[in-house]
């Protein structure tokens, strides 16, 4: 497979980003009661960000850990230093946040609870939430990490599976089979949790925070690298082509599919929508593959508005349940503002490690 070294992932992740955080905004802060605050919102959450991010994951992580199939080692130490890093400095600024706001006080800090909650967002248990914090914000110092722990045990699995997709006498076909069987099996699996379990169970969201749930996202991925090259000759270059479908798509059978409400539906349609959604993606990658450069010039900010927009949210939030839309644009804009400096300060650097370290 060849693919042309410049693309479009950077701006993608930040568009998926900002729309993450922009769904999150008007939502927590009840922004929909503007004039034209609710159609807005359905309006943002037609690209849904989680199963874009997902779908580059599979794409690019699959097509990283092929490359060096036989360096792990690096594959991990490389996984870990996109991650970690830039997640543990997002971390001590969210416990600056809660100590100005009064939820963290000396004998909080030594209980069980709170010591559980450190290790949880150290490791990759990033959802777990505890009684003393409920009442800050909307209940979650830093709830959007859940697709954190998603994400990590993607990486723990990506391994596993290539063991199975490299070997030499696996033919192309074979590699599709056992894609699509993966992707058959989550399918199953993410139904079974929706019909089995109330969703304000505590069995439903543990069960919906496992790998299996969303393995078909990233499955999706792997399927379209491995297929670059037939698919290229209708992806190359078509990017607004197969934004327009999938735009028309989810206006058109939203009432049926119910997706603005829940992209991940595991339905025949929704199937649908989520593989047009992934082509849209990788094809927008390789359209007008320097605009990404142009517009950010080198810079990645997608990570940090992920993980920061949260926390300060709730922080906001904590003060003030209802803004005005000019301080909810200011707040966004303070967010992308502290996304930069994790990038110049942090993120940056930690990823020139990559390079320096020798595994």
């Known amino acids: 497979m060849t693919y042309s070294r410049e693309n479009n992932f950077d701006l993608i992740r930040l568009v998926a980003a900002i729309q993450v955080m922009l769904f999150h905004g008007f939502t927590f802060f009840n922004m929909t009661n503007v004039s034209w605050g609710k159609d807005f919102q359905m309006f943002v959450y037609l690209l849904p960000g989680v199963p874009i991010f997902f779908t580059i994951s599979g794409f690019l992580i699959y097509q990283s850990l092929e490359r060096n199939r036989t360096r792990l080692k690096k594959y991990f130490v490389n996984r870990g230093l996109r991650i970690y890093p830039a997640l543990y ?3 001590a600024f969210t416990i600056l946040l809660l100590l100005i706001s009064g939820k963290i006080y000396w004998p909080l800090i030594f209980s069980k609870s709170f010591i559980g909650w450190l290790g949880a967002q150290l490791t990759f248990f990033q959802f777990l939430k505890i009684p003393a914090f409920e009442s800050w914000g909307v209940g979650h110092p830093n709830g959007s990490l859940w697709s954190i722990s998603v994400e990590v045990q993607f990486y723990l699995v990506l391994p596993l599976m290539v063991i199975f997709l490299l070997k030499e006498k696996t033919s192309l076909r074979s590699k599709n089979l056992i894609l699509a069987a993966i992707v058959a099996i989550s399918l199953a699996y993410n139904i079974w949790v929706k019909r089995t379990f109330p969703q304000d169970t505590p069995e439903f969201k543990l069960l919906s925070l496992f790998i299996l749930e969303y393995l078909y996202f990233f499955c999706t991925g792997i399927l379209i690298h491995l297929n670059f090259d037939f698919l290229k000759k209708y992806l190359v270059g078509k990017g607004w082509i197969w934004i327009l479908i999938f735009v028309l798509f989810t206006a058109i059978f939203h009432s049926w599919l119910n997706l603005f409400e829940n992209v991940y539906d595991a339905s025949i349609l929704g199937i649908i929508g989520e593989i047009i959604l992934s082509l849209a993606t990788i094809s927008a990658a390789y359209s007008m593959p320097s605009l990404s450069k142009k517009l950010l010039n080198g810079n ?19 003060q003030q349940p209802n803004i005005t839309l000019q301080k909810f644009i200011v707040i966004c804009a303070a967010i992308i503002f502290i996304a930069f400096l994790s990038w ?13 370290i020798q595994l």
Request: aromatic fraction near 20%; glycine fraction near 2%; hydrophobic fraction near 40%.
């Open 89 to 91: 400095v997002c971390l």
């Open 300 to 318: 990645d900010l997608s990570y940090g508005i992920y993980i920061y927009h949260m926390p300060v949210f709730n922080y906001f939030y904590n």
């Open 344 to 356: 110049r300060v942090v993120e940056k650097n930690v990823l020139k490690l990559k390079t320096k």
